[in-house]
């Protein structure tokens, strides 16, 4: 009589293990499904950043590099001018390689949340239901 119910134990131990993997295959198929879709969504903003990012880095560096082959013969005002317009295109730069910066952190912690937590939650309660 014992052994039938460690062996019915055992059974039903078994069977609530197989149903609770089914249905977190299930819940993290799905998860993983809309998880990939934002994923790739962020993915079209992150290259969007990075042509912004190229592109103004080629702007600074090749104003930095007229403004570096000026003549020390033009007028102190336009030398000043010229120092103005650096320092704007030098600005732009720093500020679109921070943007891209924070878009690469963005998408980093969208993959972190998206995936690993509504997994682990969905694993945690599966266990407990």
Same mark, same amino acid.
């Given at each position: 009589m014992r052994g039938d119910l460690l062996f019915s134990g055992w059974i039903d131990q078994n069977l609530g293990i197989q149903n609770c993997t089914k249905y977190l295959r299930v819940d993290a198929c799905s998860y993983l499904e809309n998880a990939n879709n934002l994923f790739c $969504?962020?993915?079209f903003h992150l *290259?969007?950043?990075k042509k912004k990012f190229e592109k103004d880095g080629e702007k600074f560096y090749s104003m930095l590099d007229r403004h570096l082959h000026l003549s020390s013969k033009k007028k102190e005002s336009q030398l000043q001018e010229a120092d103005l317009q650096?320092?704007?295109e030098r600005h732009? $730069? $720093?500020e !679109? !390689?921070?943007?891209?910066?924070? *878009?690469i952190q963005e998408v980093q912690e969208s993959k972190k949340f998206s995936i690993v937590e509504p997994v682990g939650a969905s694993f945690s309660l599966s266990l407990i239901g």
């Open positions: $969504f962020n993915l *290259q969007e950043r650096v320092d704007k732009n $730069f $720093f !679109s !390689s921070l943007e891209y910066v924070y *878009q």
